[in-house]
């Protein structure tokens, strides 16, 4: 009995070429032309490929898809597609449209440059008809590029634009299903997604929030951004070159005290950043895999906590990080500008916990070096001490052993830890790595 052939990258950008029924363009600007390469190269091209362009020069680009502030952007990828769609369909519907799906791949792309220290990153997008002469529908995605070479960066952009076309006509059109279709033969070490949009008559009311979190709990990326009306966007548009503050949390019941909190962190760094520094950018981050013995919430309950942190007006990352290094690590993509972390009194038991960081060679040193490294201070506000202990009941055995007041509010501190530990404790209180924000 003969095996089913494997679907790999060459055996679906060929099933394609093979359908007399699928035909369209393919405009690639940076990384090569990694996409049409495929197409061109299994066979049958001609059937499916009606016309590839390159517009690498900035002057050509701009005289073909209009001026533009910046090229690796959704506005530019927007723009490809639509001017190749229409220019698609006003040369050949009248000969072959009644039979035809038409679609345009198009891509921007900034590979790893020369010297590696350009971001890299791209916007990815197919306009394709369902049906002849359908109204189109549209699959965009935008992606981070994590391997150390420009070769295999453009590899890995030419495998998933072989399965954007082809989830396009042959996958499911559920979010988990194109999510599933478009990573097949990648990984998270290689590919990572941030965002994904999907409009037109296949997708109907397909909701960013929704997608936001397929993509985190799915593992197809490690974090995505949602505004505060949660749509998702790139997060670089936000993040690039500001100071920040971050307060993290499960959320459960997001209440106005989180809004206060984050308030008084932000006036804090405003004072340290001055006038002539940006103004700071505060926002919400929700983890899908939190610390400290807490169940991974579910997608449904995951939506409803940010449909709720959406009413306090500030933007929200969705994130698979459970330790606070890697989240600093993911913002210093970014900026290098000044980072706070907001923190409860009580989380503090877990970040000082070096049962928490079996996965690091240097333990707890090495992810306090982590977090704090670069211009990074943790803020931490203060608890009353009804509210501490039972935070500190929730955490799973083996914790510290920590003590506080027995009365009114437990701060930084008045917080003490076990020596030795309480010794390191003092120092990163000393030195201002930790710094008491009170409430007003």
Known sequence: MSETPKVDTHHKALQINLDPKIFGTFAEIGAGQEVARWFLQVGGASGTVAKTISAYDMTF??????????????DRLISMLDHEYALLL?????????????????????????AGTNECHGWLGVRFQSTPRGQPSNILVHVNMMDASNLHQQQAIGVLGVNLVHTAFFASHSVEAILSALVSELSLERIEIDVMELSGVDFGNAEPRTIGVALVRGG???????????????????????PIVVERGIFRHPEPIHQRILEAALRRLGGEVGSAGREPLGLFEMSTDPLGGTVEPAAPPIMERLEALSGLGRPVLLTRYSRNYQLSGYLRRYTTQPLRFIAGVSTLVPLMQAANYGELMGGLLESLGRLLAENVRVYVYPMPVEAMRASLAALPPGSPAVEFPTVGLVTAESLRFPPPLDHLYRYLLESGWLESLPLE
């Open 61 to 74: 680009s701009d005289a073909i898809y209009g001026k533009g502030s910046r090229y690796v952007s959704r």
């Open 90 to 114: 006003e040369r050949l519907d009248s000969r072959c449209g009644a039979d035809t799906r038409f679609f345009v791949f198009a891509d921007t792309v900034a590979a790893r440059n020369f």
């Open 220 to 242: 197809y990326g490690n974090a995505v951004h949602l505004t505060a009306d949660l749509q998702l966007t790139q997060p670089s548009e936000s993040l690039r070159k500001r």
